[in-house]
């Protein structure tokens, strides 16, 4: 019996902030196909990092519901909330030790169309 390796591996790094498909695709030296993007949206509560493919687009009402809040609070963070997480455009990243940070990941499954798997703050 042999085992077949996972379809997807992920490799983490440091990079220069990228802003865009093209500027990423430069500097990681990746297809856009390959990558994960990670968006920050702010809420009245707390803040939500959403690691999603690269090529997808957050689907806001799939997060409220997934954070548990309306999707009307829900907005594409500014360059002042990142910061306040200790971040900036085109270098969020998933992985963050600030709190009251929720962060997300927006999954394809094959088949079944997007499910959400959710990280809960410390």
């Given at each position: 019996m042999?085992?077949?390796?996972p379809?997807?591996?992920?490799?983490c790094?440091?990079?220069?902030?990228?802003?865009?498909?093209?500027?990423?695709?430069?500097?990681?030296?990746?297809?856009?196909?390959?990558?994960?993007?990670?968006?920050?949206?702010?809420?009245?509560?707390?803040?939500?990092?959403?690691?999603?493919?690269?090529?997808?687009?957050?689907?806001?009402?799939?997060?409220?519901?997934?954070?548990?809040?309306?999707?009307?609070?829900?907005?594409?963070?500014?360059p002042?909330?990142?910061?306040?997480?200790?971040?900036m455009?085109?270098?969020?990243?998933?992985?963050?030790?600030?709190?009251?940070?929720?962060?997300?990941?927006?999954?394809?499954?094959?088949?079944?169309?997007?499910?959400?798997?959710?990280?809960?703050?410390?």
């Amino acid at each position: 019996m042999s085992c077949k390796p996972p379809a997807w591996l992920f490799r983490c790094g440091n990079t220069p902030p990228v802003i865009g498909q093209a500027d990423a695709e430069r500097v990681l030296g990746l297809p856009a196909d390959q990558m994960l993007k990670t968006m920050g949206v702010p809420c009245r509560r707390c803040d939500v990092l959403v690691a999603l493919p690269a090529r997808s687009r957050v689907h806001y009402g799939n997060l409220a519901r997934a954070v548990g809040v309306q999707r009307s609070v829900l907005r594409q963070a500014e360059p002042d909330d990142l910061a306040r997480i200790g971040m900036m455009p085109g270098g969020a990243s998933p992985v963050c030790g600030a709190d009251g940070v929720i962060t997300v990941f927006d999954v394809f499954r094959v088949g079944d169309g997007h499910g959400v798997l959710r990280q809960r703050p410390r």
